[in-house]
Nanobody, 126 residues
Framework: EVQLVESGGGLVQAGGSLRLSCAAS????????MCWFRQAPGKEREGVSC????????SYADSVKGRFTISGDAAKNTVYLQMNSLKPEDTAVYYC???????????????????WGQGTQVTVSS
């Protein structure tokens, strides 16, 4: 059974940092694209960043480039999202998502992903 479990969310002041973790199980970590999405109240779910260890692939939404860094640890089957210089507009529920690697796809489209975590709340106060 595939499981994605997020952790690391919380309340932080603007300009602060948080590191999110997504622990994966039930599949071979290197065979999958691992991504972070977020959804703010009243808004659509949006792609934040993606990572693949096997393909040496990373991607970022323009809104987080230079502030967020995605990384992975295959030994721990875990992907991380280091979030620095947080802004109030980063406030959202952050979700981990996964899909098999290989083939063309739109990384920032939520419909492209087969598996999802339960989400972790990130709140940035001004």
């Amino acid at each position: 059974e595939v499981q994605l479990v997020e952790s690391g969310g919380g309340l932080v002041q603007a300009g602060g940092s948080l590191r999110l973790s997504c622990a994966a199980s039930g599949f071979t970590f290197g065979d999958y694209i691992m991504c972070w999405f977020r959804q703010a109240p009243g808004k659509e779910r949006e792609g934040v960043s993606c990572y693949s260890s096997s393909y040496s692939y990373t991607s970022y939404a323009d809104s987080v480039k230079g502030r967020f860094t995605i990384s992975g640890d295959a030994a721990k089957n875990t992907v991380y999202l280091q979030m620095n210089s947080l802004k109030p507009e980063d406030t959202a529920v952050y979700y981990c998502a996964a899909r098999p690697a290989g083939g063309a796809f739109y990384w920032d489209q939520s419909t492209e992903y087969d598996y999802w975590g339960q989400g972790t709340q990130v709140t940035v106060s001004s």
